[in-house]
């Protein structure tokens, strides 16, 4: 299946990037927008001036952001899986 690549103009942190993606371009816009959003908190509460700093803070901040999700969401599929196998046996056990 062929995916279709396309431009987007975005705007982070005041300088315009041209992304080619295959998602559509509000959602380009809106990730654009959240990094922006990360970049521009993290000179607000730090005062660092020098961009290419503060773009590695910010993705960090979004790294961790994301492997908390991700364990959040793990352990949540573990502990479903742990209600679904007991349920089964439940139901195993009364028939």
Not at 3 to 14: L, Q, S
Not at 40 to 56: G, L, P, V, W
């Amino acid at each position: 299946m062929n995916e279709i690549h396309k431009n987007v103009r975005v705007t982070i942190y005041g300088k315009e990037y041209e992304i080619k993606g295959s998602e559509d371009d509000e959602y380009i816009h809106k990730l654009a927008d959240y990094v922006d959003l990360t970049m521009r908190n993290i000179a607000e509460k730090t005062q660092i001036i020098a961009i290419d700093r503060i773009a590695i803070l910010a993705a960090l901040n979004i790294a961790d952001e994301m492997h908390k999700q991700r364990k959040l969401f793990e352990e949540n599929i573990t502990r479903l899986e742990q209600e679904l196998q007991e349920a089964l046996n439940i139901a195993i056990e009364k028939s």
